[in-house]
């Protein structure tokens, strides 16, 4: 089945499917012979990185030392697959950057820049035909293996198996809650004064978010996936930014001859300036779609999406959509409503809360946003 919740399913379900699928799916690839290839490795890590954000999702209410392992045990493998995998990325950034070696592009037209270029692109290749030996493949298959049978003895907090709301109220207001505090940071401080860790923490937090949301796009198709498309945008273009950075860093790493002349110095500098004006662009196009995701407090944004999961686990018990009436409006009016007011059900029973102390609980969260 494909990485989402089904409404036949209770959340709890829901969770212990989707690990186990995703989790047999990597076992599978690094299982490939004789060995897997780059792209393979490439969707193993994906398959890592995803599943880390269906624990970070369920935050609060799978038990947090099963979730602490486990999140370990997935970051340790990611870990074990990156060093070829990373070099072949950066290889990608170079011919996005320079373009290949028969078809250059921009500095590397010129000679002192194509000579540099070249250096940095055979190192590159050096570590990207660096096979991974059967001895970490065989490592990452036990360490995925034996997460998989520990799924089933996962334990989770009473009252979550039929409240699918919470684990939006918990999880996902963690995740876009920590994306839009360092969004904010940057735009606290300037574009220019913010740090490569910042940007690469606020990609991190776009791409977890951007697999939660696909977790629960069936809730409201259209809706979501426009969130999501603009997540990978942002993503994508900081992703691009940090291997862009990672190429300044090697080509500033790079020794000097002692028969370089003053022209092998300038040409240095103008690739590097080059590569500043192409993630100056990157920053620019990600911090305005950020703007764009994160203008909702968390509390507000969380509160939306769980009126949409009640619309949509009801709309599946029921068999077919709510019907507009001339009594009252469409439950989507009603369910922007009560997201708007701050007051309607949702929130409350999200959080196990009924009225004034759901409604005190729910300005309190409003307030911390």
């Known amino acids: 089945m494909a990485f989402r919740f089904e409404n036949h399913e209770t959340p709890i379900d829901g969770l212990r499917r989707i690990a186990s699928e995703r989790l047999e799916q990597a076992i599978s690839a690094a299982g490939i012979r004789p060995r897997p290839s780059p792209d393979d490795v490439h969707e193993i890590r994906k398959d890592l990185k995803s599943l880390r954000a269906l624990l970070q999702l369920a935050r609060g209410h799978l038990v947090k030392a099963t979730r602490g ?5 997935l970051r340790d493998a990611g870990r074990t697959l990156s060093g070829s995998r990373d070099a072949a990325a950066l290889l990608e950034a170079l011919e996005k950057l320079f373009g290949t070696q028969e078809h250059p592009k921009g500095e590397a037209l010129h000679p002192i820049g194509a000579q540099i ?8 290749q050096s570590e990207a035909a660096r096979s991974l030996t ?34 939006l109220a918990a999880g996902l207001e963690h995740t876009y809650r920590r994306g839009r505090q ?4 940057v735009e606290t401080i300037g574009m220019e004064n913010a740090t490569d860790e910042l ?33 990978d945008e942002v993503s994508d273009g900081l992703g691009d930014d940090h291997d862009f950075a990672l190429i300044q860093q090697r080509i500033l790493q790079l020794p000097f001859e002692t028969t ?3 022209q092998q110095v300038n040409g240095r500098q103008a690739l590097l300036r080059t590569i ?20 909702e407090k968390p509390a507000r944004f969380v509160e939306r999406l769980s009126v949409y999961w009640e619309l949509w686990r009801d709309g599946g018990r029921t068999g077919a959509p709510r019907k507009r009436t001339a009594a009252g409006p469409h439950p989507d009016e009603a369910g922007h ?14 959080r196990g809360t009924t009225g004034a102390a759901g409604r005190e609980q729910t300005a309190n969260l409003k307030s911390r946003g």
């Open 337 to 350: 409503k009560q997201s708007q007011t701050g007051n309607g059900p949702a929130l409350s029973r999200a």
């Open 260 to 262: 370089d002349t003053e």
């Open 117 to 124: 270029i070249g250096r940095i692109r055979q190192q590159l």
């Open 199 to 231: 940007w690469h923490e606020i990609r991190k937090q776009a791409k977890a978010l951007g697999y939660q949301l696909r977790l629960l796009r069936k809730i409201w198709p259209s809706a979501l996936h426009a969130w999501i498309d603009a997540l």
């Open 69 to 73: 392992q486990e999140n370990v045990v």
């Open 134 to 167: 059967h001895r970490e493949l065989r490592t990452v298959s036990e360490m995925l293996s034996s997460m998989r049978t520990r799924i089933p003895d996962w334990v989770f907090a009473t009252g979550v198996i039929q409240r699918g709301s919470m684990l």
């Open 182 to 185: 360092h969004y904010r940071i």
């Open 276 to 295: 500043d004006r192409r993630r100056q662009r990157l920053k620019l196009f990600s911090l305005n779609r950020a703007r764009m995701i994160y203008v």
